[in-house]
């Protein structure tokens, strides 16, 4: 672990570690194995029980914030009594003050303690904050940065640029130094926002696929089985990877589960949690697939790719929550193909912007669950039709989304250039 005169860069999280944010800590290993000295700042203490191994290959030191100013008062008083005195205060005050009067919210009150703590307590070589998502860690990241002074960059993702407010957005795309994000329509939402106030603020925003770190992941498995859906005693096995949230559209996949034919035998396994979790198992139940579908909650990621070797298929019905919540580009249809598993998803977000309907994969409309079910039917009884997709998809990851190219320009961004040497060590230490 990094001492904290070591760090340069200070990186905001909602939470760390997280097993649903692999792509996060991915990164975060990737910007130290370049040479970035960070460290963590994060809003909440973890809740998983599980850690997977690339949080363990990130060393820079982890510093929790109060969650809830209540938490520890002492801490949130010391806090104001130093970042009161900071140069930027007045500025970061006025600042908060103006978000206060359009959003009164706690959350807002939350934020601006978290702020003052952070400003208050960073090391004296932090040179700059770097924020993952566009709601709340940017919200402390921002104030924390007008308090010290120091320049702040950001990281967008789904959620949080589909659900934040627009005037938000809009002002915190003006006020960072640049805003990475990793789809297309994302980056496109972005650029939107950040020409409001300015009109050269799209050129702020730049695209970044997450991509796969390909030298910290298992082989491929090589061999698939045949399983066409005719032997009861040999099921194909139907996965799917993440949250049980509503933007993740297991209940759509469900209702396509029981209408496959009857006389096709499969078995339904998933990885993840959320809160969806007792309803969905009442819907299967309700659905008489009950005895069919194994839930295995989170995972490591030892267990992760466990599921994706022994599997045939991979599923994921992403659509538009009630909210506005979305996915992006899902990093585990990415791991799915790397690991060389067909995918059956559905146009949501910007999946298209990697899955081509019929070359690498088959697309249906979300929240259509005939639709769905007629494409699971048509890959579990062709297992042939599986391999071909399967290969397909491994080639787009492998020429399209390597992480590489991203992480060297974030590194650079942070005022650290890539150090080809470093870069190949890492690769060396993975062999």
Same mark, same amino acid.
């Given at each position: 672990m990094s001492s904290p005169m070591d760090a340069r860069v200070a990186v905001v999280l909602k939470g760390w570690p997280r097993l649903s944010e692999t792509f996060i800590a991915q990164e975060l290993a990737g910007l130290e194995a370049r040479g970035v000295a960070l460290e963590i700042w994060s809003l909440r203490r973890p809740t998983d029980k599980h850690r997977h191994p690339v949080h363990d290959r990130?060393?820079?030191?982890?510093?929790?914030?109060? =969650?809830?100013?209540?938490?520890?008062?002492?801490?949130?008083?010391?806090?104001?009594?130093?970042?009161?005195r900071l140069p930027g205060y007045p500025a970061a005050r006025a600042r908060f003050l103006a978000d206060l009067r359009r959003d009164p919210t706690p959350n807002r009150l939350r934020r601006w303690g978290?702020?003052?703590?952070?400003?208050? =307590?960073?090391? /004296?070589?932090i040179e700059r904050l770097y924020a993952h998502f566009l709601h709340t860690p940017s919200s402390v990241t921002r104030y924390a940065a007008i308090l010290r002074g120091l320049p702040w960059s950001l990281s967008a993702h789904a959620k949080d640029i589909w659900t934040s407010e627009p005037w938000e957005a809009a002002d915190k795309l003006a006020d960072c130094t640049w805003a990475v994000t990793c789809t297309d329509m994302g980056a496109t939402r972005l650029r939107d926002l950040a020409s409001r106030s300015d009109k050269t603020g799209a050129?702020?925003?730049?695209?970044?696929? $997450?991509g796969l770190d390909f030298a910290h992941l298992p082989a491929p498995t090589q061999i698939r089985s045949q399983r066409d859906g005719s032997d009861a005693n040999d099921p194909v096995v139907v996965l799917s990877i993440g949250r049980k949230v509503e933007k993740k559209g297991y209940d759509d996949l469900l209702q396509a589960l029981a209408a496959l034919p009857r006389t096709v035998s499969w078995r339904f396994e998933h990885i993840g949690a959320g809160e969806l979790g007792d309803a969905l198992k009442t819907q299967? /139940?309700?659905?008489?697939i009950a005895e069919r579908c194994t839930w295995l909650g989170a995972q490591p990621q030892k267990q992760v790719f466990a599921a994706l070797a022994r599997a045939d298929l991979f599923v994921l019905a992403s659509k538009k929550a009630a909210d506005g919540d979305q996915d992006?580009?899902?990093?585990?249809?990415? =791991?799915?193909? $790397?690991?060389?598993?067909?995918?059956? /998803?559905?146009?949501?977000?910007?999946?298209? =912007?990697?899955?081509?309907?019929?070359?690498n994969?088959?697309?249906v409309a979300p929240g259509a669950p005939d639709a769905l079910s007629a494409a699971l039917a048509r890959l579990i009884t062709h297992p042939e039709l599986r391999q071909k997709l399967a290969h397909r998809a491994g080639e787009v990851v492998r020429t399209r989304f390597s992480f590489d190219a991203g992480v060297d320009w974030i590194a650079s961004a942070l005022g650290h250039p890539v150090q080809p040497e470093a870069i190949l060590s890492e690769a060396r230490a993975a062999e």
């Open positions: 990130v060393a820079g030191r982890v510093v929790y914030l109060p =969650e809830y100013l209540k938490d520890d008062p002492a801490r949130v008083w010391r806090g104001w009594l130093k970042a009161r978290q702020a003052l703590v952070m400003a208050a =307590e960073l090391p /004296s070589g050129d702020k925003v730049k695209l970044v696929y $997450h299967a /139940s309700r659905l008489g992006g580009l899902p990093n585990v249809l990415m =791991e799915a193909a $790397h690991q060389g598993l067909a995918i059956v /998803s559905t146009r949501a977000a910007a999946i298209g =912007e990697f899955i081509d309907d019929g070359d994969g088959l697309l």
